[in-house]
Nanobody
Framework: QVQLVESGGGLVQAGGSLRLSCAGS????????MGWFRQAPVKGRKFVAA????????TYADSMKGRFTISRDIAKNTVYLQMNSLKPEDTAVYYC????????????????WGQGTQVTVSS
């Protein structure tokens, strides 16, 4: 059974930082892209960041550039999202995704998803 399990979410004040982790099990994702999406209340799921199979190439949504950093540990089958300078508008459930053939930015390209972790940024 393939699973992605996110951790690291929580409550933080504006300007603070959080580091999300997503550990995969049941299969290796070393040959595919991994990514992060988020969903705010009453809004659709939106792309945050993606990283290619080697970890050398990354892509970010415009509003996250310079504040968020995606990385991966291939040996641990894990992807991370370092979030700095957090804003109240970053409040959302953050989802990890894996298995895309390239550095994908749309939901339909990822066959595997985690259950999500809540990030709340207070003003």
């Amino acid at each position: 059974q393939v699973q992605l399990v996110e951790s690291g979410g929580g409550l933080v004040q504006a300007g603070g930082s959080l580091r999300l982790s997503c550990a995969g099990s049941g299969r290796t994702f070393s040959g595919s892209a991994m990514g992060w999406f988020r969903q705010a209340p009453v809004k659709g799921r939106k792309f945050v960041a993606a990283i290619n199979w080697s970890g050398r190439i990354t892509t970010y949504a415009d509003s996250m550039k310079g504040r968020f950093t995606i990385s991966r540990d291939i040996a641990k089958n894990t992807v991370y999202l370092q979030m700095n300078s957090l804003k109240p508008e970053d409040t959302a459930v953050y989802y990890c995704a894996a298995g895309a053939p390239a550095r994908a930015t749309t939901e339909r390209e990822y066959p595997y998803w985690g259950q999500g972790t809540q990030v709340t940024v207070s003003s």
